[in-house]
Each structure stands twice: as C-alpha cells, then as structure tokens.
C-alpha cells in the first residue's frame, strides 16, 4: 500500500514540477546503485542480515542518503517509519533525546524502522554521547543509518559501534553508465556532438553522480562542445589564451 501512494505522490509531483534527473533518477533498489561494487556486493551477500548501526561515509553527492534509502527500502521499511534527521538542523541533545525515546517506541506488528542521521559528524558532542547505549543495543527491528561527508569528525566511541560503509567516487565508465540509464528513460539519442558533451561532463563531474546528472540536464540540448563548455566556464577551450 505505502509503495502505491509513494508512486502515485511522485507522479503527482512530476506533473506538478520538473523534478531534476538525480532527483527523479536516484536508484531505488541494491541491484541499480551503480558502482562501489564490492560493498554492494557484500551487502547483497549478508541481505537480510544487516547490522543495525551503520556508517556510510563519502564525498559529497557520491550516494549516501541514495544508499541509506536504498537500505530502508531493502528492509521493507515502511515510510511512516522511516525517518531523516537533518543532523545539520536538529544537532542539539534536546532534539536526539526526542528522536531516541521514540526510537524505543514499538511500531505496529513488529515492523523495520530506520532512521537515517544526514550529515551527523554535526551532532553535537552531547548529542553523539546520548547516541551511544541506543546504538551499541538498538531496540528490536531498528537500525540507525549515520551518513557523513566527515567521519574524522564523528566522536571515535559512537563511530567505533558503527558497520562502516566509505563509498568512493565513480570512475568515468560508472559515470558513462549512470547518464546513459537517464538519456534511455528521457528517449534522448547520442548524437556526436553530445558524446563529446558528455566527455566534457566527464571530465568535470570527477567522478560525483549527482554533479554529472546536474551537468547532464543543463548541456544535454547545446548543439555542440563549445557551447556547452561557454555555458560552464564562459569560455571554450578554443578561445585564445591571454
Ligand atoms: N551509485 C549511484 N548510482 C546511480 N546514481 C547515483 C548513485 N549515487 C548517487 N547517485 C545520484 O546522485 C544523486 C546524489 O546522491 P546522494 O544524494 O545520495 O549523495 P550524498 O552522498 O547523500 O550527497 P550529500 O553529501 O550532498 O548529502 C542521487 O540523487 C542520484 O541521482
Ligand atoms: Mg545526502
């Protein structure tokens, strides 16, 4: 029932906005997260047996809110049980004591929570401390999902009770991968002048899926390199040098 009303929700936001292509493209499913293929793989393997304190760590816009989402959909987490702190927002210990006490609140017959802590190297020390019984012994059917752009930054006690998962960067085929899935659902063709767009996209997105999508959209109606490398830079790598 909460997967018909998500899609229908979507559907009614497509119509009603243009939802961005990472947006609308963000993959779902374990088997459809491109790239950092051994740990996919591990966590396939150990499917349903996860651990219920996780840390997924990565640069920013390499899939970590993407993975955690992926997880709680994996465990069948229904999404009024799903939650995500925005640790950047909600860092303070009177708002973690709030999100632990109703952490131990039991859910309707025996169902998965999950709640994902965005950006929680955030917290504050306080927070992160009042993080450590719940996190080393959490209640039945709970998991917590820690994403951080800065685990250095998270206090060694609570990153130590944590499963680590550090994603990395894509590497350019992954990349290559991820647009042509999008320019397949959206029906655009590679004509010559985009392939080489795209090899300019690939060249600045470095290795980050959403910065690559983000390009994408914007460039992927230019009708040629110089085009699209004025529309970044304000220049194209033809114009004389000074
Ligand atoms: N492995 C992947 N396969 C396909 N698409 C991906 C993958 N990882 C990320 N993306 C795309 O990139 C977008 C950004 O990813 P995500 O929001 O998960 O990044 P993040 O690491 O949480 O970034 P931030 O640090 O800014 O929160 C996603 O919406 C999705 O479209
Ligand atoms: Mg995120």
Known sequence: MWETLEIRYILYMK????????IDYRPAKLNEFIGNGEIIRDL????????????????????KTTL????????????????EIDAAQDRGIDAIRTIIKESYSRPLMGAVKVIIFDECHMLTPEAMNALLKISEEPPPKTYFIFCSTAPEKILPTLRNRCFKIKLSNLS?????????????????????????ICRFILSEAKGVPREALLL??????????EEAQTKIHGFTDNDPKI
Not at 44 to 63: D, M, N, R, V, Y
Not at 72 to 83: D, G, V
């Open 44 to 63: 396939q393997a150990k499917f349903p047996h996860w651990p219920q304190t996780i840390l997924i760590s990565a640069p920013s816009g390499c899939g």
């Open 15 to 22: 119509g009603k906005y243009n939802v961005p292509f990472h």
């Open 68 to 83: 955690a989402r992926i997880i709680s959909h994996e465990l069948k987490c229904a999404p009024m049980y799903m939650k």
């Open 172 to 196: 350019d085929r992954e990349i290559s991968l991820i647009i042509k899935n999008v320019a397949d659902k959206e029906v655009i063709e590679f004509t010559e002048p985009l392939k080489q």
């Open 216 to 225: 994408f959209e914007s460039l992927k109606d230019c009708t040629n390199l």
